[in-house]
């Protein structure tokens, strides 16, 4: 899909709006997207290309696997896979995806959460019976998540292939003998023997075959440790990672061998954006994943480790003025997942100098901004915003405009445009 700015190269830019003059990335902006309306989302390519080639470097050769839940864009994960050989693979976040992105083409499919979609299982035991070697691999971490697996292939006819399988691996770090718990609640699989036993109990079955392990540490991989006039809170967010990640290193290296024993596995994923590094330089680890760092949303913005370029955000419209030093913007509401707080808010990016007001923040359908610079901004003038995470933007928005070299040259469908709702 080309859009009207894209197909009319002739056309000159629209002039800034006054407050452009004092800030050359707003102006930019506006050059860029001409006349074209707001509400809309933007990807810049330039910007992801670059975080891209920082995400490979700090992998050191390993392979990355790319997570399509902070992307959500089919068309820019092919483009991804397609660009550098160093991204292999897709982690994703539904089943119900999964089967779609592998009717859609895609290769080399992990699952990362386990389902209870009897539909989806039995779709994917067919799709294993037609196609055992190319079929999503399913994460598991009981047993009852292989009774449901090998029951929707009895209900689907199919037994012809096992089902290929990935245990996922509890990374939470559990100091004081386990009375204080830090890290996602995923898996209840943690020591090197709870990861044997199910590998056995996948071993006897027929309708499963195990093909890898998976252990995200999201305390570490989602956590920034460089929030601006937070010292103290930033020193303990140090002193956990590193103190979790030694005691996972070493832990995972026992899992893998002890599942080793019972099967040969094709992968051990570890890791997101922001420990791709640390978590690479782990012999055991074979491929790490990564999916936020293309998009570089807010919450990437505090690493000490590394530095991304912001790659997509949306416009709003300025619709009020209600007074001196305000402006207020149309629609805006889009919060991010996650315990409730203030990081998890949209932030106003271009231009520069602008806050929301802590008695509305982004509202369902208006966002009063605060500052200076409102006082600049007109009725009819565009603010541009920063999500807080990476693919809930897409939920927001049918279509991405692309832009590269300074100029639109494409407009591509999201899961939402292409009427893919996951979650």
């Known amino acids: ?18 407050a452009a003059a004092a800030d050359d ?7 860029i997207f001409g006349d074209l309306e707001p509400p809309f989302a933007y990807c810049d390519l330039d910007s992801m290309w670059s975080n891209a080639d920082e995400m490979l470097g700090r992998a050191s050769g390993k392979p990355i696997r790319v997570a399509s839940k902070s992307v959500r864009c089919r068309d820019l994960l092919a483009r991804i896979l397609r660009r550098d050989r160093g991204f292999r693979g897709l982690l994703t976040f539904t089943l119900p995806e999964s089967l779609w992105l592998s009717d859609e083409g895609f290769d080399d499919l992990v699952c990362a959460y386990p389902t209870a979609d009897r539909a989806a299982l039995r779709e994917l035991a067919r799709l294993t019976e037609a196609e055992p070697d190319r079929a999503p691999a399913m994460m598991v971490d009981s047993a009852a998540h292989l009774d449901m697996i ?27 003998g386990g009375r204080i718990k830090v890290g996602p609640k995923r898996s209840p699989v943690r020591t090197p023997n709870q990861a044997r036993s199910l590998a056995q ?5 027929e ?16 956590v920034g440790d460089a929030a601006p006039g937070q010292r103290l809170k930033n020193l303990a967010i140090r002193a956990m990672q590193r103190r979790s990640a030694r005691e996972l290193s070493a832990r995972r290296a026992e899992v893998v ?13 570890g890791g997101g954006t922001g420990s791709i590094a640390a978590t690479a330089a782990e012999p055991a680890v074979t491929e790490v994943a990564a999916g936020s760092g293309f998009y570089a949303p807010v919450l990437f913005d505090h690493y000490s480790s590394f530095e991304l370029l912001p790659a997509a955000g949306f416009a709003l419209a300025v619709d009020r003025k209600p007074a001196r030093g305000m402006a207020t913007a149309l629609g805006g509401g889009y919060i991010a997942s996650g315990p409730p707080a203030e990081d998890r808010l949209p932030e106003p990016y271009l231009p520069r100098g602008l ?21 600049r901004l007109r009725v009819g003038d565009r603010v541009y915003f920063r999500h807080a995470k990476a693919g809930e933007l897409c939920e927001r928005f049918n279509t991405l405009h692309v832009i590269e070299g300074g100029r639109i040259v494409d407009e591509l469908p999201t ?8 979650l």
């Open 150 to 176: 090998e029951a929707a292939a009895r209900d689907a006819g199919a037994g012809g292939a096992p089902v290929r399988v990935c245990i996922e691996l509890d990374t939470g770090w559990w100091p004081h």
């Open 1 to 18: 899909m080309a859009t009207k700015a894209s197909v009319d190269p002739a056309r000159p830019p629209t002039q800034p709006a006054p």
């Open 207 to 222: 309708g499963v075959r195990l093909v890898g392990l998976m252990a995200y540490e999201g305390h570490i991989a989602g």
């Open 355 to 375: 806050r929301l007001d802590a008695l509305e923040a982004a509202g369902e359908v208006q966002t009063p901004l605060l500052g200076e610079v409102a006082s």
């Open 257 to 269: 061998a002890a599942v080793g024993e019972v099967a040969d596995l094709e992968f051990v994923n």
């Open 201 to 205: 109990e996948i071993d006897r079955r």
């Open 25 to 31: 990335a707003y102006g930019r902006y506006e050059a």
């Open 415 to 422: 899961y939402r445009g292409e009427r893919k709702a996951f």
